[in-house]
């Protein structure tokens, strides 16, 4: 099937959830003017990269190591690891725009500098990332879609991880956080069936507990005031 492209012809992608909510306050409105263009990792969107030229992450971050967040939501865990983490590198993406406001306010709030934030799809971003370039990746309370039909825009999808694949190194760690049954078993039959990762988990308690540098982030708040059970599964690139 031939792939439908985007008029400047790019490959077509769709934010199948929504780009924005509720009006903005004052101040996040001030966040997105004064701080987003200073945290941008660089050129990454067909219209202002259309070779899909690979990011230096060096300008970005020296010689840190590089860790992903797909979907940061709020932005707790991001601006936590930043913070208990000053010798790694952070990239966070984050379609919803109310969700890139909502960090940009904690990175002032928590004085961080070792982050960059996409406010995009992660594929775009992706696409410019050198191959072998991440030491970890994380994918915390993602869109379940939970009707069937829409299974397909999930990340745990090969259409996501195959590209993440060969942006992580080998011995990376990918971190998943999800309180939907459905998606725990839909990320083990497509993570197990890969040669290029294996689950780290040795017993029940590996899945069940939070992992130690671990915050809980407003989204498993919820969840767990609504009776739902969250799972923490831990990847490594082979």
């Not at 407003?218 to 059970?229: I, M, P, T």
Request: hydrophobic share 35%; charged share 30%; glycine share 8%.
């Amino acid at each position: 099937m031939t792939e439908r492209t985007a008029p400047t012809g790019a490959p077509w992608r769709n934010f199948y959830g929504r780009r924005k909510g509720k009006g903005l306050r004052d101040s996040q409105r001030e966040y997105l003017d004064e701080d987003l263009i200073t945290l941008s990792p660089g050129p990454v969107g067909w219209d202002v990269n259309p070779d899909r030229t690979a990011l230096d992450l060096t300008k970005l971050f020296a010689d840190k190591p590089v860790w992903l967040e797909i979907g940061f939501g709020g932005g707790e865990h991001m601006v936590h690891q930043a913070a208990n983490n000053p010798d790694i590198g952070i990239i966070g993406c984050e379609p919803y725009i109310n969700g890139v406001a909502m960090l940009l306010g904690k990175i002032r709030q928590a004085a961080v500098e070792n982050l960059a934030v996409h406010p995009g799809d992660v594929r775009d971003l992706l696409d410019v990332l050198p191959d072998g370039s991440l030491s970890r990746a994380f994918l915390l309370y993602p869109d379940p879609w939970p009707k069937k039909r829409h299974h397909r825009r999930r990340f745990v999808t090969p259409e996501f991880l195959d590209p993440l694949a060969r942006k992580l190194r080998a011995g990376a760690i990918f971190r998943v956080a999800t309180d939907i049954p459905d998606y725990v078993r839909q990320t083990l039959e497509q993570m197990m069936s890969r040669p290029d990762f294996e689950w780290l988990a040795e017993g029940p308690y590996d899945w069940r507990e939070p992992w130690g540098d671990w915050i809980s982030t407003r989204y498993e708040q919820k969840a767990l005031r609504e009776g739902r059970v969250p799972h923490y599964l831990t990847f490594r690139k082979l």
